[in-house]
């Protein structure tokens, strides 16, 4: 099992069930990287696609790595079929709350800009 990463413990959860488990799914740095090593695609720069209109491949590396990073052993095909016409609208909704749990609060950026302008 992975050793979780503060993301895992200052981001909020999101909770998919899947094969008869409840799952948190938290998109952090690590899930980003790999999604990029596994696809090819920008996962920062191209986040808006990434996200809310992931291809098939796509979608299925991200539950994948959401799932392997909270302890999963499933195989990247084993992933792939438990996304199903019935767990599709599931599964994309609970990866794009993911990534938007893992984005700052607009009170904190503004707090951290606070303080580079202070230090400047």
């Given at each position: 099992?992975?050793?979780?990463s503060?993301?895992?413990?200052?981001?909020?959860?999101?909770i998919?069930?899947?094969?008869?488990?409840?799952?948190?799914?938290?998109?952090?740095?690590?899930?980003?990287?790999?999604?990029?090593?596994?696809?090819?695609?920008?996962?920062?720069?191209?986040?808006?696609?990434?996200?809310?209109?992931?291809?098939?491949?796509?979608?299925?590396?991200?539950?994948?790595?959401?799932?392997?990073?909270?302890?999963?052993?499933?195989?990247?095909?084993?992933?792939g079929?438990?996304?199903?016409?019935?767990?599709?609208?599931l599964?994309?909704?609970?990866?794009?709350?993911?990534?938007?749990?893992?984005?700052?609060?607009?009170?904190?950026?503004?707090?951290?800009?606070?303080?580079?302008?202070?230090?400047?």
């Amino acid at each position: 099992m992975p050793i979780k990463s503060i993301a895992n413990k200052v981001v909020d959860k999101v909770i998919v069930k899947l094969d008869g488990r409840d799952w948190q799914l938290v998109v952090n740095h690590n899930v980003l990287c790999e999604l990029e090593t596994l696809t090819g695609v920008n996962a920062l720069f191209g986040a808006d696609n990434v996200f809310t209109r992931p291809s098939a491949k796509t979608l299925r590396a991200l539950l994948f790595l959401c799932l392997r990073e909270q302890g999963a052993e499933y195989t990247l095909e084993e992933v792939g079929a438990l996304i199903t016409a019935k767990t599709l609208p599931l599964i994309t909704k609970g990866i794009l709350l993911a990534w938007v749990a893992s984005m700052p609060k607009k009170e904190d950026v503004e707090s951290e800009i606070k303080k580079l302008k202070a230090a400047v």
